[in-house]
């Protein structure tokens, strides 16, 4: 079978060159070109070399409707308003799209459910395999485990981070819950600190650590008398993502049309 070939958005962004340097390196998939917005400095370089890979002989362009027309896929990780557009500009062209771009309003992620009636779309937040997969062992256990078991998800990040719990400890929190049939929100317990009282039985506790560069690390612990399961997941940079991306890419093409999650791509579609 030909090689599935993927168009970049955003190609000069962190993610975008990350992608580039995925695609370059995976069996079964050739980059069909990249865009940058109009007016970026990169636009009419080399797309490999201003992505540190070698020259590719194609130009970076700024015509979204050509990257759709020489794609099976396109892959984006730019930001929310051009996300949308590229759905609606991939249900109108039947090119695939994976969307990976974050901080997207629930209207607008509704567009992007609607583009997905027209042609494949995969739709995460988070494009990392081991994270899904986290994600789904949590939802198991949880399932698995009654409330004698204590359920703490703890993080750690990167000094820089402004924001706690991260959204992938929520995530999982949330298919802890899921997992345990309770409402997340009616049993979290959140920034513990000075006389608490005694942890609620049911409850799912967070705890959000920062420091120096670290990527991004998430546990979910699983505590009973004597015993305790703790599932881990640690990240080292982001071509984590890129490599999760383009598994969904190559995954996209054949497809029916629909929305469809990095779950549903690792096989948990139903579940
Ligand atoms: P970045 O700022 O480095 O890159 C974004 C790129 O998009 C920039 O080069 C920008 O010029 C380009 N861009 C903006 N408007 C454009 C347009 N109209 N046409 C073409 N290109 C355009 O950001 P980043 O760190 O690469 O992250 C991008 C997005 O991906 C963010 O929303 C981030 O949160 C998200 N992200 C998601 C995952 C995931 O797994 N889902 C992982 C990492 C990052």
New binding site residues.
Partial sequence: MNDVRMGV??C?????RALLHEISGTEGATIAGG???SG?ETIGQDLGAQAGLGGLDIAVG?D?RALMAASDVVLD???PM?TVAAAALAAETGTALIA????IEAEDEARITAAGEKTVIVR?????VGVNLLQQLTRQVAAVLDPDFDIEVVEIHHRHKVDAPSGTALALGIAAAEGRGVVHDEVTERGRDGITGARARGAIGYASLRGGNVAGEHSVIFAADNERIELTHKAGD?SI?AR??VRAALWARGRAPGRYSMLDVLGFGDT
């Fill in positions: 958005l955003g000069a962004g962190r993610m975008g865009i940058e917005r970026h700024d979204l990780f730019t930001a051009v990976g771009t974050t901080g995460a937040a988070n494009f990392c982001r993502f999760g991306g």
